[in-house]
């Protein structure tokens, strides 16, 4: 049984329904910016609001969805209807896999080799410090949403968890960030089982909110636990990475004056570089790895259909824990990164929004394709420095964003979730079988 | 004692207002089966609506305050419902039939849009009016000077939930409407084939929904006397625990987890501590799924393969 086309928009035809159209939707949005956009308050220093109009703005604002609706309309009727997803002729197709075989080595080569074409470039460097950084909490996450098909809103409080495990034992203990490094991984874990007991009865939308609440809880126990973590000014002064012991600076201990080679600080930006880098890399050739075990098979399983999964023997509760524990172990290995590299850390940088940015980025990947992951970090953090000029619709745009690529491709850029193993002879199943949406 | 019964009160009125929200959660979850992650912006963009609102009636020099009250709630509720409407337009209807997670990836989304859309409109800054109603009636006063305060914003408050849940109830189980809701929940597909309009049910659902968190933007406006953009995020998490509390998709429920929510944070705060108080909300949450995944009055889900 397929669902029922319920969808009655007929498409207009001719000009003065599109004009009508147009009028409408100039008339919605007439009535929702009204008060919002078209009056402006403000509380001024006597705690006494006040108010001016804006009604420029708001003119503009209605002619422009006046002329985007009549634009859209346009392109749909040159277009003709779109589904949800588009088919692709088989010689692109063709085409794309061969880019897709050659993309990924490619792009490993040229990540290589970043820091010696852009050697002088510090914010370069920095930034693709940063995008490596998401690609692997995206990576991480890629474990428990594409492949394990668990929904997780707080991935940020594993990554919390790891950055604060190595700030706290190096300042209180001096601890070294090689010895914490493992450690923010193996109590990021524990924290990630420790999750995944309760929830492991609660499936799809449940099990999101109840992680969404879990971050919260991380963060807000960050926030008011003052004594052990400095509650909102963080913890500072946390020491930089040192090569296996020998720290980077212009000491006569560094490792420059060792080597013998004049001292610059751009020695210890390429150091991070290739630490996050190798980092990821241990993050994807693990999940790769995985893949292949019983254990990885497992998850595909128990994303394609939990309960097919339990009737064939598998045990979802350990599948299911084992999920939480390694996304959560690399998400605690990137904290620990993110907190030496940062040198500070306050529960500012582990709000819900970092969350979302991450789990964007494994859908916007196509939910299991670590190639697609990596290019949608890429693409989103990239596309957030576009915008650092303008701070507060930062947030705007990727919220638009979100819903955009949501209904262009829900399954992402590179929808990729085949399963590892195939049956090799192909069988026909009526639709309603692989229909989605149960569960 | 006293302090029991003044925090009880405090307790209600607080969890009327989660009530409010959490109904809209209730309601779309049970027709459409997504969370509406973005109902707490909802909500938010209520408070700021009713907000404007007040100072326009105000400046024009309105001073009957039934009627200035009247006349917010209604405006704030009707754009508010515009607001919920589009919304369901634009983000959900083109994911109705797609893959589970898209359309709560979709809310999220919307979600950011609305708070950042009143933080681009209307600035960062939190906004203050001054107290609108005033006075209220002492209950009890103990011998060691503690009194029993009832505001008359309190009683409005609830007076309002009480009225707006019995005019709800009669809208979804005495109207076409309502019977149309319920279809819809049960199996959209013989709905549709039995002649109802289930794109025009579902949009009326969602406008439903946004009026209710209207309302509670406007009573959390006059309760607290301040609005900002951030509001709606810490709101609609709660909300949301109430609406599982009480059971998803069912009504009564919402209302009930609201009070249990309301209540359970205020005495929290009273008696433990101020700071912790959102993480004894989400915990609740947390051991309410793990133990009782239906909530109070919600029916088991019948798992089918």
Redesign the interface.
């Known amino acids: 049984m397929t669902a029922p086309s319920i969808n009655t928009a007929k498409p207009a035809t001719g000009i003065p329904a599109l004009l009508k159209t147009a009028f409408i939707n100039a008339a919605i949005a007439l009535v929702l910016f009204s008060l919002m956009i078209g009056i402006r308050t403000e509380a001024g220093s006597d705690g006494q609001l006040t108010y001016w109009t804006r009604f420029g703005e708001l003119a503009s604002l209605v002619a422009a969805v006046f002329g985007g609706s009549i634009v859209i309309e346009l392109l749909r009727q040159w277009i003709g209807p779109t589904g949800t997803e588009k088919l692709v002729p088989p010689a692109v197709q063709s085409g794309l896999s061969f880019v897709g075989r050659y993309l990924a080595p490619a792009l490993l080569i040229f990540t290589l080799l970043v820091p010696v074409i852009f050697y002088n470039q510090r914010y370069i460097l920095d930034l693709a410090i940063l995008v490596l950084t998401y690609v692997m909490l995206g990576w991480g996450l890629n474990v428990v949403v594409g492949l394990a098909g668990l929904l997780d809103l707080g991935y940020v409080a594993f990554y919390a968890v790891g950055a604060y495990s190595y700030g706290l034992l190096a300042t209180n203990f001096g601890w070294s960030f090689w010895i914490c490094l493992p450690l923010a991984g193996i109590l990021a874990a524990f924290w990630g089982v420790l999750l995944g007991f309760p929830v492991l009865r609660l499936r799809g939308d449940y099990l999101a909110i109840v992680t969404l609440a879990f971050g919260e809880i991380i963060r807000l126990v960050i926030i008011n636990w003052q004594s052990l973590t400095g509650g909102p000014n963080g913890v500072s002064g946390i020491p930089r990475p040192t090569f296996f012991g020998i720290p980077l600076d212009n000491s006569d201990d560094g490792l420059a004056a060792k080597l013998g080679i004049e001292y610059s600080s751009t020695h210890r930006i390429v150091f991070l570089f290739y630490v996050i880098l190798a980092l990821a890399l241990l993050t994807n050739w693990v999940t790769i790895r995985l893949r292949r075990l019983p254990i990885g098979r497992a998850w595909e399983a128990l994303r394609e259909d939990e309960v097919a999964c339990r009737a064939l023997g598998i045990n979802t509760t350990t599948t299911k824990l084992t999920a939480f524990a390694t996304g959560a172990m690399f998400g605690g290995f990137a904290g620990a990164f993110f907190a030496t590299r940062q040198g500070f850390i306050s529960p500012e940088s582990f709000t819900f929004q970092e969350s979302a940015l991450v789990l964007a980025i494994v859908v916007l990947g196509g939910m299991g394709s670590q190639l697609g992951v990596a290019l949608a970090a890429l693409a989103m953090i990239g596309g957030f420095e576009l915008f650092r000029g303008l701070e507060t619709y930062r947030m705007l745009v990727f919220g638009m964003a979100m819903v955009l690529i949501m209904i262009w491709r829900p399954r992402g850029l590179i929808g990729h979730r085949a399963p590892t193993v195939y049956l090799t002879k192909a069988q026909a199943i009526s639709s309603d079988l692989v229909k989605e949406g149960h569960g | 004692m006293d302090y029991f019964a003044q925090q009880f009160i405090n307790g209600l009125v607080l969890g009327s207002i989660y009530g409010l929200i959490a109904i809209g959660y209730t309601m779309v ?1 049970g027709i459409v089966g ?2 509406n992650f973005a109902h707490g912006d909802v909500f938010m ?1 209520g408070g ?2 009713a ?3 007040f ?2 009636l105000v ?1 024009l020099g309105l001073t009957a305050i039934p009627v200035i009250l009247l006349v917010v709630l209604l ?1 704030s509720m009707a ?1 508010t419902a ?2 919920g409407w ?1 919304i369901e337009r ?2 959900y ?3 109705r ?10 809310a ?23 107290p609108f109603i005033t006075g209220g009636y002492t209950l009890h006063e103990s011998t060691d000077g503690f009194v029993i305060q009832l505001s008359n914003i309190q009683i409005m408050v609830v007076i309002t939930t009480i009225v707006l849940l019995a005019i709800f109830t009669w809208l979804v189980s005495r109207t076409r409407l309502g019977r149309d809701m319920r279809a819809c929940e049960q199996d ?2 013989m709905a ?2 039995l002649g109802v ?3 025009r049910t579902i949009s009326m659902t969602f406008v439903i929904g946004a009026a209710l968190a209207a309302v509670a933007g406007l009573m959390y406006l006059l309760y607290y006397g301040l609005v900002d953009f951030f509001m709606g ?1 810490v709101a609609g ?1 709660k909300a ?2 109430a609406a ?1 509390l009480g059971g998803i998709g069912s009504l009564p429920g919402a209302m009930l987890g609201g009070l249990a929510i309301g209540l359970i944070e205020t005495f929290w705060s009273a008696y433990f501590s101020v ?2 108080k ?2 004894a909300a ?2 609740i ?2 051991v309410v ?2 133990f009782m ?1 239906t909530g109070l009055l919600g029916r088991p889900e019948v ?3």
């Open positions: 979850y997504m969370i963009i700021f609506i907000l404007i609102t100072l326009i400046s405006v754009i515009l607001y589009t634009i983000a209807r083109p994911l039939h797609s893959f589970r997670l898209a359309p709560m990836l979709s999220i989304g919307m979600s950011f849009v609305l708070t950042n859309y009143s933080q681009v409109a209307q600035g960062a800054r939190v906004k203050p009016i001054p959209q597909t549709a084939l309009d289930v794109d995020f998490i949301f625990t599982v700071e912790y959102d993480v989400f915990s949450l947390i799924l793990i995944p798992e089918k393969v």
